[in-house]
């Protein structure tokens, strides 16, 4: 397996299981583990061209940082956040052109 595409899909694990109630050393975790995720992902992009994936991993990067975190205190809208980041580290971990950049 690629070790980006098992990053991306391990990711996207971390955010699914995060719907659960955890204690909160795992999100701390995830939060962790999400962010260098993006980033890993923004900087393979960026080698290549600026999309729309990359202003997409932006967002979940600072969203999800462990630095400055977001607050929100209501877990059911952590719930949908976790499963919307999700959903596009799932998209990249299956799609062969994300992990298979053109110049490889």
């Known amino acids: 397996m690629n070790p ?3 990053l991306y899909l391990s990711c996207a694990i971390i955010l699914i299981a995060g719907m659960l109630n955890l204690p909160i050393g795992y999100y701390t975790f995830m939060r962790i583990a ?3 995720g993006a ?3 923004i900087f393979r ?4 061209e600026f999309t729309l ?7 979940i990067a600072i969203v ?5 975190p977001v607050y929100l205190h209501s877990r059911s809208a952590w719930r949908v956040i976790d499963l919307l ?8 971990a299956f799609n062969s052109s994300a ?3 053109k110049s490889e």
């Open 4 to 6: 980006f595409k098992a």
């Open 34 to 36: 999400v962010t260098i």
């Open 39 to 41: 980033g890993v992902f």
């Open 45 to 48: 992009e960026l080698k290549e």
């Open 53 to 59: 994936w990359v202003i997409l991993f932006g967002i």
């Open 64 to 68: 999800f940082n462990p630095v400055f």
């Open 85 to 92: 980041a999700a959903i596009p580290f799932l998209l990249k």
């Open 99 to 101: 992990v298979n950049p």
